[in-house]
């Protein structure tokens, strides 16, 4: 196991070899209990913003993501350093059992804050941004961000999380080609509109 310390909280990640192929002996309700939970919580809640709630997100979305941790094509430095050994042995089947354990949890609740900044955030949400070319995050989010299909709930996820999944998008460091058409043309302050909107819902 490798150790990491972010900030208060300490994380366990299973290495790229060794640990993975440990992994491939789990049935799902174990890695659940054992692994996933030490980042995301046992019902998919986490505590910490570097790792984002999977409670009530869609089934289709978390298959994609873990399927796309398992073959690398998603490659963002956090889906690197956490994600990348965790899916490495996988099986389809045990994806889908993880994917539907988490879509079936009651969703994280909204956070309070700044109620201009949230009032902003939810314009570019709602109307999006014509001169820049930034569509309404509804139209592939949902009117409420809960998310459909193999588009991601955004509500009542972590600020910092969304703030940083937006850089990474804007920069293709996460490639998207949607996501970074959508992103690339916000600024930092929009980013952080758009994430303490959503964080609030």
């Known amino acids: 196991m490798i150790r990491h310390v972010m900030g208060s909280v300490l994380v366990s990640v299973v290495a790229l070899t060794g640990g993975a192929m440990a992994l491939a002996q789990e049935n799902a309700s174990d890695l ?9 919580g ?7 913003p570097t790792f984002p709630n ?16 398992r073959d690398r094509s998603r490659a963002d430095p956090h889906a690197q350093a956490f994600m990348w050994g965790m899916a490495a042995q996988l099986s389809d089947s045990v994806i889908s059992e993880i994917a539907q354990f988490f879509s079936a949890q009651a969703p994280a609740r909204g956070k309070p ?3 201009a900044e949230i009032a902003a955030g939810k314009k570019i949400y709602d ?4 001169a820049q070319h930034v569509p309404p995050c509804g139209s592939c989010h949902g009117d409420k961000a809960q998310g459909n299909g193999p588009f991601p709930r955004l509500a009542g996820q972590h600020r910092g999380y ?8 804007a920069t293709n460091m996460r490639a998207n080609e949607i996501m970074h058409e959508n992103a690339k043309n916000l600024t930092a302050l929009q ?6 909107f959503l964080s609030a819902q």
């Open 32 to 40: 659940i209990r054992k692994e996933c939970s030490t980042c995301h």
């Open 42 to 48: 046992p019902r998919g809640v986490s505590v910490a």
């Open 54 to 69: 999977l409670a009530g997100q869609p089934t289709p979305y978390l298959e994609a993501q873990l399927k796309a941790f």
């Open 113 to 115: 804050g700044d109620a």
């Open 127 to 130: 109307e999006g941004i014509e």
């Open 162 to 169: 969304l703030e940083r999944q937006l850089e990474v998008f």
């Open 191 to 196: 980013i952080s509109q758009v994430a303490a």
